[in-house]
């Protein structure tokens, strides 16, 4: 998907909206009052990324597409602002310092591979999102991740332990492993 400086923008204040109108009216924007462009009406899975002052203070999202474009930015940005389980649900006080990052997922595709360093070579090449699972355990990083851990077995070690898993899962055989592009997009410094 791509989308104009124009587009994204208005995703970002929408986003922005819904949280400004809930702790401005003490319920959830409905987004059926929202004028809301044909092109936004795609169903796309998304996640939500709420940092303060840079540090991450929530991130929620979807795998795979359950609604339209435009109402699972909304639905997520109230998940990482009140459900994210490692942090505590935001106040109203901190919005002024909250930036927002939305990330539109591509469709994530199984990596079938034969040995490890197959593995590992792609994602050395290709910085992209990954999803393990492994029997009913699983987890994702967004492509953002990389950022922070730079080889792929770090990257998939802690993606193991996210998981529930042993950090060496990733080597068994029984791994299954998604890859998938994100599109991602994030406040200025002077937007709000």
């Known amino acids: 998907m791509k989308l104009t400086k124009k587009s994204k923008n208005f995703l970002l204040k929408l986003s922005r909206t819904a949280l400004e109108h809930l702790f401005k009216f003490g319920k959830e924007l409905d987004p059926n009052t929202i004028d809301i462009p044909e092109k936004f009406k795609e169903k796309k899975a998304t996640f939500v990324t709420l940092t303060k002052n840079s ?3 929530g991130c929620i999202g979807k795998l795979k597409p359950t609604c339209e474009l435009y109402k699972d930015i909304i639905e997520n940005t109230y998940s990482a602002s009140f459900s994210d389980p490692r942090f505590p649900q935001l106040q109203k006080e901190e919005l002024k310092d909250i930036k927002i990052e ?7 595709q199984k990596f079938e591979y034969k040995t490890h360093k197959e593995l590992t070579d792609k994602l050395s090449k290709e910085k992209c999102g990954v999803i393990i699972q492994s029997g009913f355990h699983s987890a994702t990083f967004l492509p953002q991740v990389w950022e922070e851990l730079k080889t792929p077995e770090e990257f998939l070690s802690h993606l193991c332990l996210k998981a529930g898993l042993e950090n060496n899962a990733w080597k068994d055989k029984n791994i299954e492993i998604y890859l998938y592009n ?3 997009f994030k406040e200025n410094k002077n937007d709000k």
């Open 55 to 57: 540090i991450l203070r």
């Open 102 to 108: 939305i990330s539109i997922l591509d469709t994530p």
């Open 182 to 184: 994100v599109l991602k």
